[in-house]
């Protein structure tokens, strides 16, 4: 899990569960799941984050996909998709759908833009800040954290245009037409449409 801490500051039950699905991605993006993540989706998750919304029907894919596999099913999937030999088949990193190699300008932008809001990466990560599971972890943090001169709405949404919204769609789209995507096609299809819904909310707020 990537090492951002905060206090859940938001009073709202919305934007906490807005943090809390962040999260979510981003530590099913960062590693498969391991054990005890498959059983709390085999007892304890078993209601969409928003009934009756856009995201209640992915969600209920992914529950389900979650409860179809075991812990090695996923950890061969995730070794398939995104590790591999050399050149994985699907790049986790956004500086590849931006620029079309790694470690570009857009990464540079990035850090530019985390120095500013007094964040870092974990020197004992191994991943650059362009992962998708970092980039999901700093919205929580900047919708749930308790410094309310940078965890904001505002932060939020240009942080989210920045650095998500430009590449985060392409990048589930080659998740789902991976063939041998099973679990993580549910993650990339719920990705997706959150993306989109978040989209749509920060364009109502200009």
Same mark, same amino acid.
């Given at each position: &899990?990537? $090492?951002?801490?905060?206090?859940? +500051? /938001? @009073?709202?039950? =919305?934007? #906490?569960?807005?943090?809390?699905?962040?999260?979510?991605?981003?530590?099913?993006?960062?590693?498969?799941?391991?054990?005890?993540?498959?059983?709390?989706?085999?007892?304890?998750?078993?209601?969409?984050?928003?009934?009756?919304?856009?995201?209640?029907?992915?969600?209920?894919?992914?529950?389900?996909? &979650?409860? $179809?596999?075991?812990?090695?099913? +996923? /950890? @061969?999937?995730? =070794?398939? #998709?995104?590790?591999?030999?050399?050149?994985?088949?699907?790049?986790?990193?956004?500086?590849?759908?931006?620029?079309?190699?790694?470690?570009?300008?857009?990464?540079?932008?990035?850090?530019?833009?985390?120095?500013?809001?007094?964040?870092?990466?974990?020197?004992?990560?191994?991943?650059?800040?362009?992962?998708? $599971?970092?980039?999901?972890?700093?919205?929580?943090?900047?919708?749930?954290?308790?410094?309310?001169?940078?965890?904001?709405?505002?932060?939020?949404?240009?942080?989210?245009?920045?650095?998500?919204?430009?590449?985060?769609?392409?990048?589930?789209?080659?998740?789902?037409?991976?063939?041998?995507?099973?679990?993580?096609?549910?993650?990339?299809?719920?990705?997706?449409?959150f993306v989109q819904v978040e989209t749509q909310a920060f364009d109502l707020i200009e």
């Open positions: &899990m990537i $090492a951002i801490s905060f206090t859940a +500051a /938001a @009073d709202d039950a =919305d934007e #906490l569960a807005r943090a809390e699905l962040y999260g979510l991605l981003s530590r099913l993006w960062y590693a498969p799941p391991d054990a005890p993540l498959l059983q709390q989706f085999a007892v304890a998750v078993t209601q969409a984050p928003q009934s009756g919304s856009i995201l209640e029907a992915p969600w209920q894919e992914l529950v389900a996909a &979650m409860r $179809a596999t075991t812990e090695q099913q +996923a /950890a @061969d999937e995730y =070794d398939a #998709l995104f590790q591999g030999v050399g050149k994985p088949d699907v790049f986790l990193y956004g500086s590849y759908y931006v620029a079309g190699f790694l470690n570009e300008r857009p990464l540079a932008r990035l850090r530019d833009d985390l120095a500013a809001l007094g964040l870092g990466r974990d020197p004992a990560m191994g991943e650059t800040e362009d992962h998708v $599971a970092y980039l999901c972890e700093v919205m929580r943090y900047l919708i749930a954290g308790d410094d309310l001169g940078v965890c904001n709405l505002e932060q939020q949404r240009r942080f989210f245009r920045a650095h998500l919204q430009p590449w985060v769609e392409q990048f589930c789209n080659a998740v789902v037409q991976h063939p041998r995507a099973r679990l993580y096609a549910a993650l990339a299809t719920l990705t997706r449409v």
